[in-house]
């Protein structure tokens, strides 16, 4: 069985689909595979790398997508290279399925069995699968080193001859995977660290981690069976912005993490907010890339507001592209050993298991996830 892997062409991109270790391993279970050169390069594993782990490089990238039985990619395809893939292949990636509703008609109209890794369900079983968690863990780590490198403050207390320095106030809101790294990160730097999040459950988890958390009383909130967050009340928001407005002022650094699974992100940060925060304070938007949780943010750009910077870099995980290689990679041959034959040296896409059927979005001709045919929002 082929395993093709081509280089990332999204702009900026720095991560690898696969690694070297990973590579070996995949060849190690019998599979044939072969990265286009240059996969690594960015990431900081050379073609050699590859090449020692027992992949083939490939220059012609048309002919390495058109061979491959399994194609593994991080970021969706480009809409164009789609066709040239094997009718009966199986493309493995981050594909955001909801809102790429042509590009997923193209997988089912090539017959191409395609895997959404955001739609790996959360279960104990799939946890060394979940690309969201894996990335969005760094991600929250790169939110609080950029909040550290823009502001004009230190963040840990200092008490020296010359005076004591107060440590610097975090706020962080929105408590799942990056905004529990957040906090992690920005206590060991020694910051005093106040956390928010919609979900209940979180208090515990903020408290545990020696962050204060802040209560609003929202009435009924919830979360979805896989632990998302949903959706507010126009109600529900305006009370939770009132709650917020006075942490933020506090604040020297906001970091807002809150997503909700599916839809656009919440804005959360408002104007208002802006205006009450201090001149040299920082407000990292995590959520930049599925529309901002911060009012007047700007796409993979830092904006200053009177004077308080607006950071919307996007793809924080690329900034510590080895180690978001490393456990995306990870990710994806997890997903790889758990369906591998070994006796035939093959990927079984068993369509009545839970973790294809959560994941699987097209597959003979048809798109087949019923999170897309029963809720297309
Ligand atoms: P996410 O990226 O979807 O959202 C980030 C956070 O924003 C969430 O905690 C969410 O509750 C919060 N949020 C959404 N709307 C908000 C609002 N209006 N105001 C404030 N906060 C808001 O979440 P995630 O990081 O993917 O994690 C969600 C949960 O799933 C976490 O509890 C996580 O630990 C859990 N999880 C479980 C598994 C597993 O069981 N295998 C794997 C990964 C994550």
Redesign the pocket.
């Not at 928010?196 to 979900?199: E, S, V």
């Not at 896989?226 to 967050?229: L, Q």
């Given at each position: 069985m082929k395993i093709s892997v081509p280089k990332e062409t999204h702009p900026g991109e720095t991560r690898a689909p696969l690694t070297p270790d990973s590579t070996a391993k995949l060849v190690k279970l019998g599979a044939q595979v072969e990265v286009e050169a240059g996969v690594g390069l960015a990431a900081g594993f050379p073609d050699d790398a590859y090449a020692k782990a027992g992949a083939t490089i490939a220059i012609d990238r048309r002919a390495l997508i058109g061979s491959g039985d399994i194609v593994l990619r991080l970021r969706k395809p480009p809409v164009e290279e789609i066709a040239l893939l094997k009718s009966g292949s199986i493309h493995v990636s981050l594909l955001d399925p909801f809102n790429e509703k042509e590009l997923v008609q193209k997988f089912a109209e090539h017959g191409v069995s395609a895997i959404s890794m955001e739609f790996i369900p959360?279960?104990?079983r799939?946890?060394k699968m979940?690309v969201?968690?894996s990335q969005?863990n760094l991600g929250g780590y790169e939110a609080v080193i950029l909040a550290a490198r823009y502001s004009n403050k230190i963040f840990p207390m200092m008490t020296t001859a010359a005076g004591t320095i107060l440590p610097s106030k975090v706020f962080i809101?929105?408590?799942?995977?990056?905004?529990?790294q957040a906090i992690a990160t920005a206590k060991r730097l020694g910051a005093k660290v106040t956390a928010?999040?919609?979900?209940p459950?979180?208090e515990e988890q903020v408290k545990s981690l020696a962050a204060q958390f802040l209560k609003i009383d929202l009435g009924e909130t919830g979360?979805t069976k896989?632990?998302?967050?949903k959706?507010?009340t126009e109600e529900q928001?305006q009370k939770?912005r009132q709650a917020m407005n006075k942490t933020c002022g506090d604040s020297d650094v906001v970091i807002t993490?809150?997503?909700?699974?599916g839809r656009k992100a919440?804005v959360?940060v408002t104007a208002e907010m802006l205006n009450a925060m201090k001149p040299g304070s920082v407000v990292i938007d995590m959520a930049v890339e599925t529309g901002g949780n911060v009012e007047g943010v700007v796409y993979d750009q830092v904006t200053d507001r009177n004077g308080v910077k607006i950071v919307g870099i996007a793809n924080l995980p690329g900034r510590a592209p080895l180690h978001a290689s490393q456990v995306y990679s990870a990710n994806l041959l997890a997903l790889v050993e758990e369906f591998w034959d070994k006796q035939n040296k093959t990927f079984v896409l068993k369509l009545d298991d839970e973790i294809i059927k959560g994941c699987l979005v097209t597959h003979g001709g048809k798109i087949v996830n019923e999170k897309l045919i029963a809720k297309p929002n």
């Open positions: 959360r279960t104990t799939a946890q979940d969201l968690s969005a809101i929105g408590v799942g995977v990056a905004g529990l928010y999040d919609t979900r459950v979180v979360q896989d632990g998302y967050a959706a507010l928001i939770q993490t809150a997503q909700v699974f919440p959360l």
